[in-house]
């Protein structure tokens, strides 16, 4: 495995902190152009009784704040949890909206100064975008995605009167319709707002297959690439001329930590255990029990693998001990031989002065080596 799976949320988060990545995404995705981005926190506890809300990305891009969250596994909570995340990016807009004082009111003809008191400019309040990264779900659609937001509900009546009644005629169609441009374009007390705020569902199998050659298209195919628990670096050499994708590339690499490490394989375990498992009638059966067995399977894994690591340690520890023997052992045989050499000279000196070998040995030197001496003089 040559690059982590850019679907998982942990690398997705990894990736999708650097500010140039997410603004190149962005700018493919939407097909805009960005010329500031700002980072935003992740996590937020909205109540004192709700679980924390944790976004994978979330920024605010000139004047609209934009949440992406990956969807690796189908859950029947999809649509409701991704909706409370959408509303929460607007709800957590009150922690900036600015405060105003209210204004004075027209009462009998007379204008009266409102009471003393202030509230939040609502006014500031700016559209939200959340897209969802779907990676195997693609509930139910071809499309490449799907663009929710609030429009006038006349709009869905009118289209399903023309898709079920036959007999209407195109001048009355038109007629309608032109009727319905009229409330679209209705901009009174700024309710085109409530069009702008989008919520999106994005298939990376369906973008894949329908292969449109949009600019977004590479992403998706980039990702799916590092599904692959083989992935070689040649299968992303096509990339390599890109810088935005290079450094995707560099943040990808296994060589990381080895926490990242143990999560490269639980990910790879787990969908290797679910990626054939069928959808059916909006259920996907023994997804606990295979989640489960995963993780029961990806703890002995890890035990094998400390436990492998811990002998391979001890092994090195062995190694570097006998390894400091030896060589202390080369060291303090040198320094003997030194010091031998040095008394082999002494003594030759000694006797070149004629002393006698019994006035040698009283002067501490061993008879052995002062016959080894006289032979080397002879």
């Known amino acids: 495995m040559y690059l982590a799976p850019l679907n998982y949320d942990r690398f997705f988060k990894k990736i999708f ?16 152009e960005i010329t500031e981005i700002e980072h935003l926190k992740l996590d937020y506890k909205l109540t004192d009784d709700a679980n924390v809300v944790r976004f994978d990305f979330r920024c605010k891009i000139e ?12 859950k029947q909570d999809i649509v409701q949890r991704f909706y409370l995340y959408h509303a929460a990016n607007t709800v957590l807009q009150l922690e900036h909206l600015s405060t105003r004082s209210e204004a004075f009111r027209l009462v009998g003809g007379k204008k009266v100064a409102p009471p003393e008191r202030t509230s939040k400019n609502y006014r500031e309040i ?13 509930l139910g659609y071809e499309e490449d995605y799907i663009v929710y937001r609030k429009l006038p509900s006349q709009l869905e009546t009118f289209v399903r009167k023309v898709g079920t009644n036959k007999s209407l005629s195109l001048d009355a169609i038109q007629e309608e319709a032109n009727g319905l441009v009229d409330l679209l374009d209705n901009n009174t007390r700024n309710l085109s707002f409530l069009g702008k705020n989008k919520l999106i569902f994005a298939f990376q199998g369906n973008i894949i297959r329908n292969n449109k050659l949009e600019k977004y298209q590479r992403w998706f195919e980039f990702a799916a690439k590092t599904l692959n628990k083989n992935n070689e670096e ?27 490490a143990n999560m490269y394989l639980y990910f790879y375990h787990l969908w290797e255990d679910i990626k054939d498992v069928n959808y059916e009638d909006g259920k996907l059966e023994g997804i606990r029990e295979t989640e489960e067995k995963a993780k029961k399977e990806m703890e002995e894994m890890l035990k094998a693998e ?3 690591a811990k002998k391979q340690m001890e092994e090195i520890r062995k190694a570097e001990q006998l390894k400091a023997k030896k060589e202390m052992e080369e060291i303090r045989k040198a320094e003997q031989l030194k010091a031998q050499e040095a008394n082999k000279q002494m003594i030759r000196r000694m006797l070149d002065m004629n002393y006698s070998i019994e006035q040698i040995i009283a002067l501490g030197f061993e008879r052995s080596l002062i016959e080894i001496v006289q032979k080397e003089k002879k």
Request: aromatic share 14%.
């Open 17 to 32: 902190s650097d500010t140039q990545i997410s603004k190149r995404f962005l700018e493919d995705f939407f097909d805009i």
């Open 63 to 74: 004047g609209r704040y934009v949440i992406i969250d990956m969807q690796q596994w189908y």
């Open 126 to 138: 700016e559209p939200v975008i959340t897209l969802i990264w779907m990676v195997h779900d693609k």
């Open 234 to 260: 040649s299968d992303f050499s096509e990339y390599l001329e890109d810088k935005v994708f290079e450094e995707m590339i560099r943040r990808l690499k296994q060589e990381t930590t080895k926490q990242d």
């Open 306 to 308: 400390q436990l492998k």
